[in-house]
């Protein structure tokens, strides 16, 4: 998985990917220590993040190993929303 | 996904067999803040029927294979979705058929 920050929506009417309650947000992949890297991806929020939450995306085919995401066109999910990082036993993220 | 604009069209008559059909755009990746392009261009598969100049949400990889008009097609990248306004930190930065 890789480490990105929530910084956007994506809002989309007309589509092909067909999941009701689709959130796309828009998500900067980040360090450790959630400074942004300015890369951007669209991932499937799957658990509700918020904005500015340091969260846990999920590329390629395993984004389609979820019940929502299941023979869908995806190819981004978010995984998890990221509470505590350590470093070395050094905290380097707390939400 | 990644954003990408519609910049053109591909015509291929020499082609894969299953790749017959289905209607190739060329894409160019975006930066979501400035829309400016990246130089990063794909020739993708069209799912939804974007036209040029559209913003759009490229899927990569097997992904691009998971829609109906796209099931058997060998490609990897495909528009999934026309994308209506993009939002980041409380701001708009693309509404479509709004010039900001």
Not at chain 1, 30 to 36: A, H, W
Not at chain 2, 58 to 85: C, E, F, N, Y
């Amino acid at each position: 998985m890789i480490l990105g920050k929530v910084v956007g929506t994506i809002v989309s009417t007309n589509q092909n990917i067909n999941i009701k309650g689709a959130k796309l947000l828009l998500v900067d992949t980040c360090n450790t220590k959630g400074e942004q890297n300015g890369d951007f991806l669209i991932a499937l929020d799957l658990v509700g993040a918020g904005y500015d939450e340091v969260v846990m995306i999920s590329q390629s085919t395993s984004a389609r190993e979820t019940p929502m995401t299941k023979n869908k066109p995806i190819d981004a999910v978010i995984v998890g929303i990221i509470d505590v990082m350590d470093e070395f036993e050094k905290v380097v993220y707390k939400k | 996904m990644v954003l990408a604009k519609v910049v053109g069209t591909i015509v291929s008559t020499q082609k894969e067999q299953n790749m017959e059909g289905i209607k190739l755009l060329l894409l160019e990746k975006i930066d979501p803040v400035t829309l400016n392009g990246k130089n990063d261009f794909v020739v993708s598969t069209d799912a939804v029927g974007a036209g040029l100049d559209e913003i759009v949400c490229l899927a990569a990889g097997s992904g691009a294979r998971q829609t109906t008009l796209t099931k058997g097609v060998p490609t990897d990248a495909s528009v999934i979705a026309i994308v209506d306004s993009i939002e980041k930190d409380g701001k708009f930065t693309f509404q479509k058929n709004k010039n900001l």
